[in-house]
């Protein structure tokens, strides 16, 4: 057997074996811990449920309900949104309130996102007019649970933030778009934001909703996208390269997908789909690309990892 032909073999086996990891789902439970909401519209008993690695729930009821978790860095503290007065709260693995702070009169919060390194998160602030729906605006707001302060950062009322991630080297990353009538209708934008002069670079047309991944160096995002000569427009699941500017479409019919997050820095992918919200669980492939092993429709609405090196003691 001469060398050419040995290479060869090597490469067909290679590819035989991503192609297995393409096709084959070996798993079937949902990896690590996570928190979801009973029902991520409207939430009025305030219950949450918690799994745990065994796989065991655990109902926990409160006397208000939170939205939008968003574990720390450290793995040992949540921000979240109250549904019942609307302020941004910092809960303990247990869903227990530690802090909160109010967001002022007529803000809704839209999306959360930890600043590295800090006891400080990113929030956009949505203040709607329901007399006048184009004159709704967006904020994007500090909020420090060291100091217990709402700090202004970014405040454009002709400018729409849709979803945030902040990297660990601090840039911010969202998704919107001009508020103006002209542009209502014409889709989402990735943009990518200096946190110290606040300059804001246009990276992509189509993103929604965006999670970092691979130490920061990727997005993985939901969206829409507009085919076959414009005429329709689907819903897409992608990945977003920082560093190439190239987008890789992992679905193009990816139905209607509610929610997303990652776990284990994009391993898996966790997303809420369809009016029932059932949740599907996406694992990485060898190419880089994601596949849907399970769907388990009875657990309803948004879900959040803590890191997998990171994960706080429930056992106690």
């Given at each position: 057997?001469n060398?050419?032909r040995?290479?060869?073999?090597?490469?067909?086996?290679?590819?035989?074996?991503?192609?297995?990891?393409?096709?084959?789902?070996?798993w079937?439970?949902?990896?690590?811990?996570?928190?979801?909401?009973?029902?991520?519209?409207?939430?009025?008993?305030g219950?949450?449920?918690?799994?745990r690695?065994s796989?065991?729930?655990?109902?926990?009821?409160?006397?208000?309900?939170?939205?939008?978790?968003?574990w720390?860095?450290?793995?040992?503290?949540?921000?979240?949104?109250s549904?019942?007065?609307?302020?941004?709260v910092?809960?303990?693995?247990?869903?227990?309130?530690?802090?909160?702070?109010e967001m002022?009169?007529?803000?809704m919060?839209m999306?959360?996102?930890?600043?590295?390194?800090?006891d400080?998160?990113?929030?956009?602030?949505h203040?709607?007019?329901?007399?006048?729906?184009?004159?709704?605006?967006?904020?994007?707001?500090i909020?420090?649970?060291?100091?217990?302060?709402?700090?202004?950062?970014?405040?454009?009322?002709?400018?729409?933030?849709?979803d945030?991630?902040v990297?660990?080297?601090?840039?911010?990353?969202?998704t919107?778009g001009?508020?103006?009538?002209?542009?209502?209708g014409?889709g989402?934008f990735?943009?990518?934001?200096?946190p110290?002069?606040?300059?804001?670079?246009?990276?992509?047309?189509?993103?929604?909703?965006?999670?970092?991944?691979?130490?920061?160096?990727?997005?993985?995002?939901?969206?829409?996208?507009?085919?076959?000569?414009q005429?329709i427009?689907?819903?897409v699941?992608?990945v977003?390269?920082?560093?190439?500017g190239f987008?890789?479409?992992i679905?193009?019919?990816?139905g209607?997908?509610?929610?997303?997050?990652?776990?284990?820095?994009g391993?898996y992918l966790?997303?809420?789909?369809?009016e029932?919200?059932?949740?599907?669980?996406?694992?990485?492939?060898?190419l880089?690309?994601?596949?849907?092993?399970?769907?388990k429709?009875?657990?309803?609405?948004?879900?959040?990892?803590?890191?997998?090196?990171q994960?706080?003691d429930?056992?106690?």
């Amino acid at each position: 057997m001469n060398k050419k032909r040995l290479l060869i073999i090597i490469a067909l086996l290679i590819l035989g074996w991503c192609v297995f990891q393409v096709a084959v789902t070996p798993w079937g439970e949902l990896p690590g811990k996570l928190i979801y909401q009973t029902n991520r519209i409207n939430v009025k008993d305030g219950k949450a449920n918690i799994i745990r690695e065994s796989g065991k729930q655990e109902k926990i009821v409160g006397s208000e309900g939170f939205y939008c978790y968003k574990w720390a860095p450290d793995g040992e503290k949540i921000a979240a949104f109250s549904d019942k007065k609307g302020d941004v709260v910092l809960l303990d693995p247990k869903c227990e309130i530690l802090q909160r702070i109010e967001m002022p009169d007529g803000a809704m919060g839209m999306d959360i996102s930890w600043r590295p390194k800090s006891d400080q998160v990113f929030v956009i602030e949505h203040f709607s007019n329901a007399l006048d729906a184009a004159s709704s605006f967006d904020h994007l707001t500090i909020y420090d649970f060291s100091t217990n302060q709402r700090i202004p950062f970014y405040a454009n009322n002709d400018f729409t933030i849709y979803d945030i991630a902040v990297a660990r080297n601090g840039d911010i990353f969202f998704t919107g778009g001009p508020a103006a009538p002209e542009h209502l209708g014409k889709g989402f934008f990735l943009y990518r934001m200096d946190p110290q002069t606040k300059k804001m670079t246009l990276l992509s047309q189509g993103p929604r909703q965006i999670e970092l991944i691979d130490n920061g160096k990727k997005i993985v995002f939901v969206g829409s996208l507009r085919i076959f000569g414009q005429l329709i427009t689907t819903c897409v699941l992608g990945v977003y390269d920082i560093k190439t500017g190239f987008t890789r479409y992992i679905s193009f019919f990816a139905g209607d997908i509610r929610q997303m997050t990652v776990v284990e820095d994009g391993k898996y992918l966790v997303t809420a789909e369809g009016e029932g919200n059932a949740v599907v669980l996406y694992k990485r492939s060898l190419l880089g690309g994601f596949k849907r092993p399970i769907t388990k429709p009875e657990m309803l609405a948004y879900l959040d990892f803590p890191s997998q090196d990171q994960y706080p003691d429930w056992t106690a």
